[in-house]
């Protein structure tokens, strides 16, 4: 099995409504989605740039609210 077919096997599909639309979001469990200042050094180190800029926006999102 290679290791985008082992990550894909591994994948949650959950599915949300954004303005009456479904949305699935898919999310590793064996490496969940994160935030945090080592999610993004991770993200960036192994240039999962889709990864850093997602996470990079909720972070910047985070901080926005708790800042309000």
Same mark, same amino acid.
């Given at each position: ?6 990550? +894909?096997? =591994?994948? $949650? ?5 954004? /303005?009456? $639309?479904?949305? +699935?979001?898919? @999310?590793?469990? /064996?490496?969940? !989605?994160?935030? =945090? =200042?080592?999610?993004? @050094?991770?993200?960036?180190?192994? @240039?999962?740039? +889709?990864?850093? !800029?997602? /996470? ?7 901080? /926005?609210?708790?800042? =309000?």
């Amino acid at each position: 099995m290679t290791n985008d077919a082992h990550t +894909e096997a =591994s994948a $949650e599909r959950r599915s949300y409504y954004v /303005a009456g $639309e479904p949305i +699935e979001l898919w @999310e590793n469990s /064996a490496a969940p !989605f994160g935030w =945090s =200042s080592s999610d993004l @050094e991770t993200y960036a180190t192994t @240039e999962r740039w +889709e990864l850093l !800029f997602n /996470a990079l926006v909720l972070s910047s999102l985070v901080e /926005a609210t708790q800042k =309000s």
